[in-house]
């Protein structure tokens, strides 16, 4: 297990804190402050209802907690937490965006069925070993990462919103099924695969393959239970409707 010669990891987020410094690293980046205010700014003006302000403030909250609150840091030290985020990024933060809008302003072009693809490739991309080391290098090649998860889910939930009942809980499924593939293989690899991991975990008690393991748990359970989740809401709605439909 080595580190190549003459390489520096230098996460956006800082280097790896330790537990004692965890609470003091708040990431207080003018322009991402600026760039959180805009969007949050945009969002409000372009909602028009109640629930639709409330998802705003809920979006804002969640990318506040992501990229500005210490769990920033402590995504560069686990990569459990680094999991976390891109889950939380595609499964939470990314429909609080799409429903705080009105829906003829997420008619983005493409099929369910791409958007779903695309997600994917894209999500399987970046998780990567080669390429995930290269955005915990480089704050362009991270800022991509974050970008490309976060519009490509928005692509998903967007063309989710507007698709037949059948279709929606086909394309959830489909990607419960291979977020828990991508979590299951990152579980039982037999050695740490994220050289940016190597040696930031010790501190919080957890061997780099350990960590690894939870990340690839936290992929495989919770994060694809919920797409699994919203498959059954629709699918409990679709049936509720059909039942009205007979007794009417």
Request: contains cysteine; proline residues 5%.
């Amino acid at each position: 297990m080595s580190i190549p010669a003459g390489r520096e990891w230098l996460p956006y987020c800082g280097a790896a804190p330790v537990p004692a410094d965890l609470l003091g690293r708040w990431n207080l980046d003018a322009l991402l402050l600026a760039g959180i205010g805009l969007v949050a700014l945009l969002l409000w003006r372009a909602g028009e209802t109640g629930v639709q302000r409330r998802l705003t403030i809920a979006a804002v909250a969640l990318a506040l907690f992501l990229f500005v609150s210490p769990f920033c840091a402590l995504s560069s030290a686990l990569f459990s937490a680094r999991v976390t985020h891109h889950v939380l990024l595609a499964a939470v933060l990314a429909p609080l965006l799409i429903y705080a809008l009105p829906e003829a302003k997420t008619r983005w072009p493409g099929s369910l069925g791409l958007w779903t693809g695309v997600q994917a490739v894209t999500f399987w991309l970046w998780h990567a070993p080669g390429l995930y080391a290269e955005a915990l290098s480089s704050d362009a090649i991270y800022w991509a990462m974050q970008a490309s998860l976060t519009l490509t889910a928005m692509g998903f939930w967007g063309a989710l919103r507007r698709a037949s009942a059948l279709t929606s809980v086909a394309a959830l499924l489909v990607s419960t099924v291979q977020m828990g593939l991508l979590g299951a293989l990152i579980t039982f690899a037999g050695a740490p695969l994220y050289a940016p991991h190597f040696f930031t975990t010790e501190p919080w008690g957890f061997s780099a393959l350990e960590d690894q393991q939870m990340a690839g748990l936290i992929m495989w359970a919770p994060s694809a239970g919920l797409y699994l989740a919203a498959a059954l809401i629709i699918a409990q709605r679709w049936f509720a409707a059909e039942d009205r439909g007979i007794a009417a």
